[in-house]
C-alpha cells in the first residue's frame, strides 16, 4: 500500500529513529518513542533524574524501574499492528497457513486475499474458511486492500493489560483506567465504573473543548512570533538609520573623531548582537510551545477521528491534564521588546569636547520573567 495511503502514517513513525515504532513508550506529555530511541537518548541518566521530552522538551522524572516501566502506548501501538496487518496487497504476500505446511517454494503459495482479525493472519480464500464455522464462533474476515487498514483500526479490540488474553469493556472512573471484566470482579467492584462506549461519548465534548482552546492558543503564539519579527526588523532599521547618520557627522571631522565614532558602531552592533540574542530567546520559547499544542492538536484529532473508544478513555484524563497544563503556561506573554535607537547628529557650529559627532540613545531591554524591562542609555560621543 502506498505511504500517502495509510491513515496512520504521521503516527506510526518515531520521531528519533524515524522508523516505525518498536515497543513505543508514552511520556507525561503524550509524545511516544521507541523503547530503544529513548534509552539511547537518556543512556547517561539515572532512575529518578527528571529529564526533557525529546520533542518538547518538558521535564519529566524517569520511573524508579527505568524507563521501561513507562507507559505503553496504546494507541501508537494500535496504528502499528493495523498499518503492518495491511501493508502488502493481495499479489504481494503468500497464504501464511499454506506457508507454514507446505515446504515446496514459495512461487507455489497461493495468495492471501483474505485478513482474519482474531488470528491476525493472511489467508488464501480455501484456508479462510475454516474460520468461518468455528466452533467459538465465526472469526472477524476481511479482504485484503487498501481499505483494510481504517477498518482494523476500529474493529481490533482493545486487550487487558493485567490479563494479556481478556479484552477491555469497562472504565474505572477511580481508577482512570480500562478494565476487563475479571479486573472489575477482583479489584474495581466497588468502584464506579462504566461501560467504555459510553464513558468515551462523555470524555469526547471535553477532549474536543481543549482541543478547540489550544487551536486558539495556537494562533495567538503565532501571531505573538511574527509580532517579534516585525519588531526586530524594525530595530534593525533603526540601527542601520543610525549607522547611515553616524558615519555622515563622522566624515566632516573624521580625522578628529575616528575613535568616537568607531565606538558608537561598536554599541550599534551590540545593539544588533543583543537584540538577535532576545529574538532567538523568545522565539524559542514560542516555537517549543507552538510544538506542544500542535502535537496536542495532532494527537487529540488522530485519537478522535481514528481512535477506538477505549484508545478515547485511556488517554483522555492525561489529554485533559495536558491541554491544561498548555493553556495554563501563558506563552504569550513572552515578548520581545526592542530597544528604541536613534542618533541625533551634533550641530558642529556648537561642538564639545564631549559631543563632537553628536548622541546616540539606546532604550535598552533586559529579560525578567515573562517580560522585558526597559532602561535607557544615552551616550555623548
Known amino acids: 500500500m502506498a505511504a500517502s495511503a495509510s491513515v496512520a502514517s504521521d503516527w506510526t513513525t518515531c520521531s528519533i529513529c524515524l522508523e516505525v515504532f518498536e515497543n513505543p513508550k508514552s511520556l507525561p506529555c503524550i509524545h511516544g518513542f521507541c523503547l530503544k530511541c529513548l534509552e539511547r537518548y537518556f543512556k547517561d541518566n539515572s532512575p529518578g533524574d527528571e529529564v526533557h521530552c525529546p520533542l518538547c522538551r518538558k521535564l519529566f522524572k524517569i520511573p524508579s524501574d527505568g ?14 499492528d493495523a498499518s503492518n496487518a495491511s501493508s502488502k496487497s493481495s499479489d504481494e504476500v503468500g497464504c501464511e497457513v499454506c506457508l507454514e505446511e507446505n515446504e515446496a517454494s514459495s512461487e507455489q503459495i497461493p495468495a492471501a486475499t483474505i485478513y482474519c482479525i482474531d488470528c491476525e493472519q493472511k489467508l488464501c ?10 466452533a467459538g464462533g465465526a472469526h472477524q474476515l476481511k479482504p485484503l486492500g487498501a481499505e ?3 477498518e482494523l483500526i476500529q474493529l481490533r479490540g482493545s486487550y487487558c493489560d493485567k490479563h494479556k488474553d ?4 469497562l472504565y474505572c ?4 483506567e480500562n478494565i476487563c471484566v475479571l479486573c472489575f470482579a477482583v479489584k474495581h467492584r466497588n468502584h464506579n465504573s462504566g461501560e467504555i462506549p459510553e464513558v468515551a461519548a462523555t470524555f469526547r465534548p471535553g477532549i474536543e473543548e481543549d482541543d478547540k482552546q489550544i487551536i486558539h492558543a495556537i494562533s495567538a503564539v503565532r501571531q505573538q512570533s511574527e509580532q517579534a519579527k516585525h519588531n526586530v526588523n524594525e530595530c534593525l532599521s533603526q540601527v542601520a538609520n543610525a549607522e547611515k547618520l553616524v558615519l555622515e557627522a563622522g566624515e566632516v571631522i ?23 540574542k532576545q529574538v532567538e530567546i523568545v522565539q524559542e520559547q514560542l516555537q517549543l510551545a507552538l510544538v506542544a499544542m500542535e ?9 478522535l477521528d481514528k481512535g477506538r473508544p477505549s484508545d478515547v478513555t485511556r488517554a483522555a484524563s492525561e489529554l485533559h491534564k495536558r491541554a491544561t497544563e498548555l493553556l495554563d503556561s501563558d506563552v504569550t506573554s513572552v515578548q520581545y521588546l526592542p530597544p528604541h535607537v536613534t542618533f541625533t547628529p551634533v550641530d558642529v557650529t556648537q561642538l564639545t569636547c564631549l559631543q563632537l559627532i553628536g548622541r546616540l540613545t539606546v532604550d535598552n531591554t533586559e529579560n525578567a520573567p515573562g517580560h522585558y524591562v526597559t532602561r535607557q542609555h544615552v551616550y555623548a560621543v
Do not use: M, N, W
Not at 166 to 169: F, Y
Open 67 to 80: 524507563l521501561g516501566s513507562l507507559q505503553h502506548h496504546f494507541f501508537i501501538q494500535h496504528l502499528v
Open 125 to 134: 480464500e480455501r484456508c479462510s474458511r475454516p474460520h468461518k464455522r468455528f
Open 148 to 150: 483494510l487498514e481504517q
Open 166 to 169: 481478556k479484552q477491555v469493556e
Open 173 to 176: 472512573y477511580d481508577c482512570k
Open 254 to 276: 573624521k580625522r578628529l573623531v575616528d575613535s568616537q565614532v568607531s565606538e558608537c558602531l561598536v554599541k550599534l552592533q551590540s545593539v544588533k548582537s543583543d537584540g538577535a
Open 295 to 303: 502535537s496536542f492538536h495532532t494527537y487529540s484529532r488522530e485519537l
